[in-house]
C-alpha cells in the first residue's frame, strides 16, 4: 500500500466516530427532555401456552417527570400486578416475533398510565426478555 494511500486511511478511520454520531456530546431527543427512567424489577410468569412455557423480562420505564415516578413507586404493587396480569396471558409464539413485542410494549405503557391517571410514560424498555 502506498504511503498517499494509508494516510487517507488512517485520516478517514479517525473521522469515522465524529460521523457516526458518536462523539461525546449528544443531543437528546426533543420529547425526552426532562424525562426520568425507572428500573422495575425483574418479572417471571408463565406463558399462556398449553405447554410449561415462561417468560422472565425486565422492564424499564421512561417517564415524564418525577412526579410520575413517584407516584409509580407508590403504587409499584399495583404496577406489578398489572404486569403479571398481563404478561400471564401472552403466547410465546406471538412474543417472539417483533411486532409482538412492540405491541407489549405499548400495552405495558397504556397499563402504567392506568395507574397514573394520566399519559406520563415516554418509552418503554426491554433490559432482559427470555422466553422458553
Known amino acids: 500500500m502506498g504511503r498517499t494511500a494509508f494516510i487517507f ?10 460521523s457516526l ?9 426533543e420529547e425526552s427532555r426532562g424525562s426520568v427512567n425507572l428500573m422495575l424489577d425483574p ?3 408463565n406463558l399462556a401456552d398449553h405447554e410449561t412455557r415462561y417468560l422472565r423480562v425486565t422492564i424499564g420505564l421512561e417517564l415524564a417527570d418525577e412526579k410520575d415516578k ?3 413507586e407508590k403504587e409499584i404493587q399495583k ?16 412474543m417472539m416475533r417483533l411486532d409482538g413485542k412492540i405491541r407489549l410494549k405499548n400495552e405495558i405503557a397504556e397499563m402504567v398510565d392506568g395507574v397514573l ?8 424498555y426491554f433490559t432482559e426478555f427470555i422466553a422458553q
Open 9 to 18: 486511511l488512517l485520516a478517514v478511520s479517525l473521522a469515522m466516530p465524529l
Open 21 to 29: 454520531g458518536c462523539s461525546k456530546q449528544k443531543e437528546k431527543p
Open 43 to 45: 418479572i417471571v410468569v
Open 70 to 72: 413517584a407516584v409509580v
Open 79 to 94: 404496577v406489578r400486578d398489572g404486569l403479571l396480569m398481563l404478561l400471564s396471558c401472552k403466547y410465546y409464539e406471538g
Open 117 to 124: 391517571k394520566k399519559k406520563g410514560v415516554i418509552k418503554v
